[in-house]
């Protein structure tokens, strides 16, 4: 079997060629939103956001709404909450943050085990890509186009929240609306998310390829460019592996991701550690 | 070149509010909790002033600056930027801010032309992209500040000063009608130093209104016009020589920060002369700060 063959063995597959596209789209989105959190440090609300959707989900479906809107109201209620808890009492934030997403996440286990419906919860948990229906397929393009849209118009916006919100508010922006506007970005994100790589793994697509481009560059535009090339590749590299090694299709693509994020870490020509490991080395030969 | 100035005459009454006030600030009041930040403060600096603010670390310099910016509300008071108040301010561009080193993400991923062209968003579209007018305005505040050849460097690439100097730009390239600047030279090289107190001194004379906190005491009547004693309350508003009198600054700090007997007249210390002790001239933990300007993110 030749390489042409191996490549498009798979796609002749509809459920394979669906896999693809939606991993694709899922993988640029999530890759683009996770440059500015890696640089605010916002990577536990990522994880946060994207278990806290998942009642949102879940009621959605019973309500029949679309999705998006369960998983808006109940990411920011999930912030709002953590907020709240931070702010008047003396628990601190990482542990507000893992208190309220951790109980709304066992909300939503609760919801879907009550839920009659042929979603099963490990799909959820676990993401279930070779299952996306061609609806399903409607409803991710809608969702990543819309948060691509809104990336691509604001970046700038993002990129100054990110380094300097006290510039951005002393010059008439609304540092809270644009944190607002990033937050249901994230939430719309894990929606989308969760049918690839289920809400367990989809903090990884928020957080690895932003983290890996970031040791690779000094540029925000050269971030935005990286972070989903790599996240790209890796879905697809992930997708493959698991259709010729019969593995779990998430769980190979964020292994992907972090098989990548080690070379990186380790052999980035400036940020890596080898790198720096020599440049110390030599300048210490330099001095003596 | 500036006209050469007449040496900064001590205004004996700070100025009245009028036509030329760019920044009054009125009783304004600021609690942390059970903690009195701010007490009735008050204010008024007119325009084209280069104003020194001067207080120990929880004097409430950062919370001065917050109550300006509107990064925080007070409890009582008001505030006013050229009549308005700091929200139609902000909007209109009025206010350029130059943050504490502290306070910047030194790795974030932008480079010094992008720092300054930041200055410039009040100004652009939606999506912030810089027109020809916002890039020349960039190129000409990084050359007044000599940045132009490492322009392209990520910020963090620079020296103290350089990082400075790059923020100063933007604030020139806002244009902005009042400049606040938090501690501009901590930890900044004597060239630097120089530069942003010319570069400021230019701004100030084309109409500028600046305040600068520092703890930087010796480089106070060389920079500006008009100096704040700052304990919670605006203790004394008046020139920087007679803030800087040792039965004054004890006021505010409990002790002569300088070092000097207290019977020894201000007006007798030549310029450049440093303490007899040889320390630095600064006044508590410079890096030490009273409150966080971080006050938007969640």
């Known amino acids: 079997m030749n390489i042409i063959h191996l490549l498009a063995d798979p796609v002749s597959y509809e459920f394979m060629t669906r896999a693809l596209i939606a991993a694709v789209m899922v993988s640029i989105v999530c890759a683009l939103l996770s440059c500015w959190l890696v640089l605010i440090g916002w990577s536990l609300m990522g994880d946060a956001v994207s278990h806290a959707v998942l009642p949102g989900v879940v009621l959605a479906y019973v309500l029949d709404v679309p999705f998006a809107i369960g ?13 709240t808890v931070r702010d008047t009492s003396r628990v601190k934030e990482d542990a507000a943050i893992g208190i309220v ?49 809104v990336v691509l118009v604001k970046r700038r916006d993002f990129t100054l929240y990110a380094f300097d919100p006290t510039h951005a508010h ?10 607002a506007v990033m937050l249901a970005l994230l939430a719309v994100t894990a929606v989308a998310t969760l049918q690839i790589v289920g809400v367990v793994l989809v903090v990884a697509m928020l957080i690895i390829p932003g983290a890996s481009a970031y040791l690779l560059t ?39 991701q972090g098989f990548v994020f080690t070379l990186i870490y380790l052999f980035s020509p400036r940020q890596g550690v080898i790198a720096r490991q020599l440049k110390r080395r030599r300048r210490a030969a330099a001095t003596a | ?25 009125r009783n304004v009041t600021v609690r942390y909790g059970s903690v009195l930040a701010l007490d009735e403060a008050s204010a008024v600096i007119g325009r084209g002033r280069i104003c020194g603010l001067v207080g120990m670390n929880g004097a409430g310099k950062s919370t001065l600056f917050k109550s300006i910016v509107g990064s925080l509300k007070p409890q009582a008071g008001s505030v006013r930027i050229a009549g308005l108040p700091p929200a139609k ?129 010796h480089a106070l009547p060389d920079l ?11 203790l004394l508003h008046d020139s920087p020589a007679e803030v800087l009198r040792p039965q004054n600054l004890a006021l505010a700090f409990g002790l002569d920060p300088l070092g000097r007997p207290t019977d020894r007249p201000t007006g007798n210390r030549r310029a450049g002369e440093t303490p007899a002790a040889g320390g630095a001239p600064t006044v508590g933990d410079a890096a030490a700060s009273d409150g966080n300007w971080d006050g938007e993110r969640h």
């Open chain 1, 101 to 149: 997403f951790t109980t709304l996440f066992a909300l939503g286990v609760v919801l879907v085990s009550v839920t009659p419906s042929d979603t099963d919860l490990t799909h959820i948990i676990f993401g279930n890509i070779l299952g996306v229906s061609r609806q399903d397929l409607t409803q991710i393009l809608i969702l990543t186009l819309a948060v691509l849209l």
């Open chain 2, 1 to 25: 070149m500036t006209p050469p100035r007449p040496p900064h005459q001590p205004a004996a009454h700070p100025p009245g509010p009028g036509a030329s006030t760019a920044l009054e600030v």
């Open chain 1, 71 to 83: 998983a808006l109201a109940f990411g920011f209620l999930a912030v709002i909450l953590i907020g």
């Open chain 1, 170 to 179: 002393a010059i008439g922006m609304s540092p809270r609306l644009i944190g």
């Open chain 2, 224 to 234: 500006a016009d008009e100096a704040i004693l700052l304990m919670r309350r605006v």
């Open chain 2, 89 to 217: 301010a902000r909007r209109a561009g009025l206010i350029g801010y130059v943050p504490q080193a502290e306070m910047v993400d030194w790795d974030f991923p932008i480079t010094v032309r992008e720092v300054v062209g930041t200055g410039r968003y009040g100004r652009t579209g939606i999506t912030r992209r810089l027109t020809r007018a916002d890039q020349d305005a960039v190129e000409a505040a990084l050359a007044r500040v000599e940045l132009t050849e490492l322009a392209g460097r990520q910020i963090g690439q620079l020296s103290g000063g350089q990082r400075k100097r790059a923020f100063v730009a933007r604030g020139l390239a806002q244009e902005a009608s009042v400049l606040l600047l938090d501690e501009p030279f901590a930890g900044v090289d004597k060239r630097s130093e120089q530069m942003i107190s010319t570069v400021l001194r230019e701004a100030a004379d084309a109409g500028t209104t600046i305040v600068v906190s520092t703890h930087d005491l």
């Open chain 1, 218 to 256: 000094n540029r925000m535009s050269m971030m935005l460019i990286l972070a989903p090339a790599i996240s790209v590749g890796c879905s697809l590299i992930g997708l493959y592996t698991s259709y010729y090694a019969d593995t779990a299709s998430g769980g190979m693509i964020v292994l992907a």
